[in-house]
């Protein structure tokens, strides 16, 4: 099998793209609950394995530097075209997993954007957790606000904007005590977007051993960013600037294919001024 981070041996990337994932496993429930999480299948694996497809090479962190872990629920083949794909997808994910080498937000942050056309985050709870409030994905992301380059998040990953404000973990913390903080300093402040809607996240909750600390929308536009939501479980993105938002599972499709727009605009814009 072809490494997942390169159209072939010999070919050249199209460009790089930064892939930010969470280190979690556990999401914290009110009582001390926990719950397993981790990120969603298709919501990475279906994205990725388009962009791969298209000549993108793929780079991936966490806020730990560890392989990030599997929402079990997610891997099942209600989330994907048929059982072929979802084979396809897991395989493929499987592999690049196993073989990337995977460097923290920090090290990341430190590195900077420039050498990325891109930065893309895939859902499950677990970016609520520790995306939110990590340093490194915060300056990442105003990096990519400043200079306006595509910023693409789906399902729960949205909650991971809130790392761009001045007090990020103090804003966590207030969220999570059921408190109705201000974000300071929020570059999203006023922009458009989606997250798992809060009609979906109390159907999911059903299945949890407690209710969840918050909710991504609510946490979201309390920080200032106009949240949108489509049908429950039905595809729908919103795409503001640099920033693109896919709602949930469902939506992992339109959400790469406007990704792939935006990137292909942007490479038109780059050639022209060159």
Avoid: W
């Avoid at 999480?37 to 298709?42: A, I, K, Q």
């Avoid at 007090?167 to 005590?177: L, W």
């Avoid at 049908?231 to 693109?244: G, N």
């Amino acid at each position: 099998m072809t490494s997942p981070t390169s159209t072939s041996p010999n070919s050249r990337p199209a460009g790089r793209i930064l892939v930010v994932m969470s280190s979690e496993r556990l999401l914290p429930l009110q009582g001390g609950k926990m719950h397993p999480t981790g990120y969603f299948l298709n919501e990475f694996g279906v994205p990725a394995k388009r962009l791969v497809d298209a000549g993108y090479e793929l780079v991936l962190a966490t806020p730990r530097g560890n392989i990030p872990a599997l929402d079990a629920s997610s891997d099942h083949e209600m989330f994907f075209k048929d059982k072929a794909e979802h084979e396809q997808i897991k395989e493929f994910v499987n592999h690049f997993l196993t073989t990337a080498r995977i460097q923290t937000t920090q090290d990341a942050a430190k590195a900077g954007m420039a050498g990325y056309d891109a930065l893309f985050l895939p859902g499950g709870h677990a970016p609520m957790i520790d995306l939110m409030s990590d340093p490194g994905l915060g300056q990442l992301l105003a990096e990519c606000h400043a200079t306006a380059k595509p910023t693409a998040l789906i399902c729960h990953a949205p909650t991971a904007l809130l790392a761009a404000q001045a007090d990020a973990q103090g804003y966590q913390k207030a969220v999570e005590a059921g408190e109705k903080p201000a974000a300071r300093a929020f570059v999203y402040d006023g922009y458009r977007a989606t997250v798992y809607s809060n009609a979906e996240e109390t159907m999911t909750e059903k299945t949890f051993e407690a209710k969840e600390l918050y909710y991504p929308a609510d946490a979201l536009t309390q920080a200032g960013l106009k949240i949108e939501n489509g049908t429950p479980m039905k595809s729908f993105v919103v795409r503001d600037r640099e920033l693109l938002t896919g709602q949930n599972p469902f939506s992992d499709s339109d959400f790469v294919e406007q990704l792939l727009e935006m990137l292909g605009r942007q490479g038109a814009e780059t050639r022209s001024q060159a």
